[in-house]
């Protein structure tokens, strides 16, 4: 155990009340001391929601306080989503809440009782003046922290400030559901989200929270109405939720939700614990169960290690993936609210199921197990037959028909000799295509030598690469019937002329390098990368017929589908982004100009690819680096190439600038997909970090994508799309088996099945 016998808390709300009564508990002997600015009985919000996990973690370690929550809470399973009139329920969720207030009077009760110290009313000292006089400080002092604020240089806060602006209020009745309601004003939609907290002999209420847009706010009229004003128009709005009763204020001012993300959680002996620490929205209801599970931590990381320094490290490697993940989901889920209005025109039961799985948490397979009945409503109206999973519905694109919605992603192999793919290509290829996928993308196809990322780089500007992808198509459609295989045509631009992956990816090559051009001439690493040329309009013009070259190639090689490589820096997203296009011509500037030369290349492509077969363009939707193109820009440049033509938008992320910062996490473009889909009503193809048939399903029936691409997850198993058939018993047209395949379509047994099982138990 780590020598702490004198420990200060800044702050008295759930975390830092928890964590002292932990401390206190574990060596009665320690002086803990908390300091909270405000009276005893005083409290901002309602109601308090906490999980399952938390309450185990509760009763475990202090079965006082569990048995004391326990009595208090209200319980119910259900959420009511209300959608344009329609009330649609989903059960078998599972939550506890009861009143902010009444769960401080349970920690003061039991900080009491152990001795802890607790001044009210009491401003703390400076954490660095606490941090001399005890042993350890705990900064529990919230979103606002100042223990943050003045150790700024060493927490390295970042703190993101969100694009609604809500309100928390009380209503005095129990609701029987969580409740999400919508309305759509003349200024723009708001929401409401509700829950029960009490409803005892104390007395019936309700948390509501009202939330919308900045923009929906200030045309509304909030910014200019007193707390009272804003509670009694939020209720004439949701009156109908509200069955016209009036809603209760709280020092409810109105506020825009800041994510908290430090660099470092400590500092000496000082640690921050809750939302001094970090936040995540309060859609997915995470403060206060986040703050009592860092106190958790923090007790047990200091009860374990002999040493402070190393408890405080135990306790952020504890935690800190713990929250990563949980800002992860609040981040999808917040971002789900901000683009409300591009949902609402969706059918009613696939908007409630896109709200209940927004944050991802919640999926089609487990939402199977909550509720079967409204998940199989939702599989009819998706258009699911009966016994078959979302996946493998078919999907029309132009004159082609996709038998499933499973794609594999273009992956670049880097196993060409002089641009000609062979066996490797044949086999990957053709593997793939054997293990069910609708539709198998090649690598980024090159439109000419001087276009390629390495020397190892496939591409189509010569019969005899014609000929070597003539040999993959033919294989894949003659043993594979019903799969398509696309391909994808690229130029390299100023990321070209780099050594293959495996010896050193984006490492330019030490001999036989090639010129490099770009839409400016700025270099992808600079330092380390070669300066490309900047085009001019002769060496345009070439480029662009040189992709309608490949494109006539591809038709005659016999693929299904075209996509144009818009993306990942390569020469054409070179033109979109504004970190890579400084042109001051007729190509650069704006985004109408800087879209340009691309939409020149896809009429050209276009004009040369079969009518009646599909052309996709790729893009990166945010290249994830201040200044560069944003979400917004990507739905006007989605927007542009569908006007033009384009059958669907492959929908991508970052590569453009060698100092991106991605937030990576499960499935975490898909948002960008999601938002130019419902925004244009136009198809995506969704792609990053998908490795689940669960999430593949739950995407399709959201509304999210139309089809989902996966790369490394068929990296790792070529019959991907066959083994998920498998795992939910489908054995439908959409996943056939290969005929000198079917016999390996049932799991083999592991280990022996021949030992005798017991038949009698002696007691």
Not at 477 to 504: C, F, N
Not at 737 to 743: G, I, L, S, T
């Amino acid at each position: 155990m780590a020598r702490v016998p004198r420990v200060a808390v800044i702050g008295g709300g759930p975390g830092g009340l928890y964590a002292a009564a932990l401390l206190k508990r574990l060596d009665p002997a320690r002086e803990i001391t908390v300091w909270e600015r405000n009276a005893a009985d005083d409290t901002f919000g309602f109601g308090v929601v906490l999980s399952d996990e938390t309450l185990g973690g509760i009763e475990h370690a202090d079965p006082v306080v569990h048995r004391a929550l326990q009595a208090e809470f209200v319980r119910w399973d259900t959420i009511d989503i209300v959608h344009r009139g329609r009330t649609l329920t989903s059960g078998g969720h599972g939550f506890a809440a009861l009143g902010r207030r009444r769960l401080l009077e349970i920690l003061h009760e039991r900080c009491a009782s152990l001795g802890v110290r607790l001044r009210f009313r009491t401003e703390a000292p400076p954490a660095a003046a606490l941090a001399t006089a005890y042993d350890l400080v705990i900064a529990a002092d919230g979103v606002h922290s100042l223990t943050r604020g003045t150790h700024a240089g060493v927490f390295a806060p970042t703190i993101t400030t969100h694009r609604c602006r809500y309100v928390w209020l009380a209503a005095d009745f129990a609701l029987d559901a969580f409740r999400f309601e919508i309305a759509e004003t003349e200024h723009g939609v708001m929401q409401l989200h509700g829950y029960p907290y009490a409803n005892g002999a104390a007395g019936a209420r309700s948390t509501v929270i009202v939330e919308m847009r900045e923009e929906v706010w200030r045309a509304a009229g909030f910014g200019d109405l007193d707390e009272r004003q804003s509670a009694d128009r939020c209720a004439k709005i949701f009156a109908d939720a509200l069955g016209g009763r009036p809603l209760r204020a709280n020092a409810s001012s109105w506020s825009a939700f800041r994510t908290v993300v430090n660099e470092r959680w400590s500092h000496g002996n000082t640690v921050l614990i809750g939302d001094a620490a970090h936040t995540a929205h309060f859609s997915i209801g995470s403060g206060t169960k986040l703050a009592v599970e860092d106190a958790l931590a923090l007790a047990a990381c200091i009860e374990e290690r002999p040493e402070l320094p190393d408890a405080l490290a135990a306790y952020e490697s504890e935690r800190r993936p713990v929250v990563e993940s949980t800002q992860r989901a609040a981040a999808a889920s917040l971002r789900w609210f901000e683009e409300l209005a591009a949902y609402t025109d969706q059918p009613p039961r696939q908007f409630a199921f896109g709200l209940l799985t927004r944050s991802r948490r919640v999926t089609h397979d487990n939402l199977r197990l909550r509720d079967p009945r409204f998940t199989r409503a939702v599989e009819r109206d998706f258009g699911c037959p009966p016994g078959t999973p979302p996946m493998f519905t078919p999907f029309r694109l132009r004159g082609l028909t996709l038998r499933n919605r499973v794609v594999v992603s273009p992956m670049d192999m880097y196993s060409a000799v002089d641009g000609v793919p062979g066996d490797f290509h044949l086999v990957h290829l053709g593997a793939r295509a054997l293990g069910g996928a609708g539709l198998v993308m090649t690598e980024m196809v090159c439109v000419g030598p001087e276009g390629r990322i390495t020397p190892g780089c496939a591409g189509l500007y010569n019969r005899e690469q014609g000929d070597g992808w003539r040999r993959v198509t033919d294989f894949v459609h003659t043993r594979s019937p019903g799969t398509a295989i696309g391909v994808q045509l690229g130029h390299a631009g100023r990321k070209g002329a780099t050594r293959v992956m495996w010896e050193g990816m984006d490492e330019p090559l030490p001999v036989g390098g090639w010129p490099l051009v770009a839409a400016s001439p700025l270099p992808y690493r600079p330092g380390v990368s070669e300066v490309p040329h900047q085009l001019d309009r002769r060496q345009l013009d070439t480029i662009r017929e040189q992709f309608t070259a490949a494109a006539r190639r591809a038709q005659r090689s016999g693929f299904d589908l075209l996509e144009l490589h818009c993306a990942h820096g390569y020469l054409l997203s070179g033109f979109l982004s504004p970190l890579t296009n400084r042109r001051t011509d007729a190509y650069g500037g704006s985004l109408t100009a800087r879209l340009r030369f691309p939409l020149e290349v896809f009429d050209a492509v276009r004009a040369d690819w079969p009518d009646d077969r599909p052309m996709t363009v790729r893009i990166s939707a945010t290249d994830w680096a201040p200044g560069g193109t944003t979400p917004e820009d990507a739905v006007e440049i989605a927007r542009a190439f569908v006007a033009h033509g384009a059958d669907a938008i492959d929908v991508s992320t970052g590569q453009v600038v060698a100092d991106e910062r991605p937030e990576f996490g499960r499935s975490y473009q898909t948002p960008f997909a999601d938002l130019i889909r419902n925004t244009l009503s136009v198809p995506v193809i969704a792609v990053g970090a998908i490795s689940s048939w669960d999430d593949v399903n739950s995407l399709l029936l959201a509304g999210r994508t139309d089809l989902c691409a996966l790369a490394r997850p068929h990296l790792h198993d070529p019959q991907w799309t066959l083994h998920a058939a498998g795992a939910q018993g489908y054995e439908g047209p959409a996943a056939p088996w290969p005929p000198p395949y079917r016999a390996g379509s049932r799991t083999p047994p592991a280990g022996r099945t021949d030992d005798p099982k017991p038949r009698l138990t002696l007691r």
